[in-house]
Structures are given as structure tokens and as C-alpha cells.
């Protein structure tokens, strides 16, 4: 096990083979020893330089779904392509990473709900959900975010993505919570708050 891990001293853990494959990882993260288990997942996939955005998803859902969440396979839904004629663009690469592969129910991650993935047109899903409300949809999509998701506390604040997603190539969008009032109220100046530097560190935070 340790010459697979690598070793362990004052400087952190040495990187991991390039070559390690994504089964070989699903096999050593829930074996290895106290120190590697006290890192943060996200922290965790670091350690493998050479994982494809696709592994990270799939190692990010598995862990979800071993916390009971209902996430199904799922394979290039058409409501993703009428979202993106919509809003004009494509959606961000890691997002739209998972909702072209994976369907869900709404996901609660930390302090916030992702909408669900399903295609139904129900209440909360990613069809319906981020044009209900016309003044925020509006705003959101003229400041250049896709609102994907809302507070866990019930509050009305678009959660968003930053679609000009060449910012952060590697990571993907940066996650954004915006005052609605201000948007409501139509104020020149509205609040916003960083939920995370990228959808994929949220997702690997949480998971």
C-alpha cells in the first residue's frame, strides 16, 4: 500500500503515478490510512493529476450515492440542448459534465440545493426552476450567470454559475449567491457572495 500512496513526511504526500486509474482509486481511498482519510475530498482527487473531468464526476457521484442520494445514469437529455438554445450558450463544462450523464432529484450540498435533473417540468428542476421568476431570470441572464440552484435555509437568492467559463478552464464556473431583493428592487448596486471558487470544488467538497 505505501509504495502505491507514496509517502508521507513533512512536506505532505508525495504525488501519486500519473497512470493510477480510476478503479485503482475507488479501491485505495476507503482503505487507506488515517492520515489520507482526514483529507478532504477534494483534497483527495489532487492527488491524481492525471483524472479526467469525466472520473472526478464519477468519483464525486459514487460518493453520493453511498450517502443514499438518488443519482441515476443518464445519457445526452434533450432539456439540457433547449437550456442552452435559451440561454444562449453553452452551460458550464463540469456542470454540464453531470447533467448530461447523471439525473437526479434535488441535491442538497452544504448550503445549498442543486435543482434536479430530471426533465419534468416540475417545480425544481433545471427546465422550469430558473425561469419561474421573470425579473430574476432576466437579471441573472443579463449579468452573464445561470441560476442552477437555491438556498438550503429557504431563502430566495439566485445561486448561479458564472458561464463565462474560459475564467476557469480547469475547474470550472464559480459558484455566485446574489441578493434578491436588490435584484427585485432593482437596485444599482445588488450583494453577491462567492459560494465557491468552482461548481467542481463544491461538488468535491461536499461529496
Excluded at 452551460?91 to 459534465?97: D, V
Aim: glycine share 6%; charged share 25%; proline share 7%.
Amino acid at each position: 500500500m505505501r509504495s502505491v500512496l507514496g509517502n508521507a513526511g513533512k512536506e505532505g504526500w508525495s504525488p501519486l503515478p500519473r497512470s493510477l486509474s480510476m478503479e485503482t482509486y475507488l479501491l485505495i481511498v476507503p482503505r487507506c490510512n488515517d492520515s489520507l482519510q482526514s483529507l478532504a475530498p477534494s483534497q483527495c482527487l489532487s492527488m491524481f493529476p492525471s483524472m479526467k473531468l469525466t472520473e472526478r464526476i464519477d468519483a464525486v457521484v459514487n460518493r453520493l450515492r453511498r450517502k443514499g442520494m438518488d443519482i441515476r445514469p443518464l445519457s445526452q437529455p434533450e432539456w439540457v440542448v433547449d437550456i442552452e438554445k435559451r440561454i444562449g450558450c453553452k452551460l458550464p463544462e463540469t456542470y454540464r459534465e453531470l447533467v448530461n450523464r447523471y439525473a437526479f432529484p434535488p441535491l442538497e450540498l452544504g448550503s445549498i440545493i442543486l435543482f434536479s435533473n430530471i426533465g419534468d417540468g416540475s417545480y425544481d428542476d433545471i427546465t422550469t426552476a430558473p425561469f419561474q421568476d421573470r425579473i430574476l431570470a432576466a437579471w441573472v441572464a443579463q449579468a452573464g450567470f445561470f441560476h442552477f440552484a437555491k438556498s438550503a435555509c429557504g431563502k430566495y437568492d439566485p445561486i448561479c454559475l458564472d458561464l463565462a467559463n474560459s475564467r476557469y478552464p480547469k475547474q470550472g464556473s464559480l459558484v455566485m449567491k446574489f441578493d434578491h431583493e436588490a435584484i427585485l428592487c432593482e437596485l444599482p448596486q445588488v450583494e453577491r457572495h462567492v459560494v465557491s471558487a468552482s461548481f467542481l470544488e463544491l461538488l468535491e467538497e461536499y461529496a
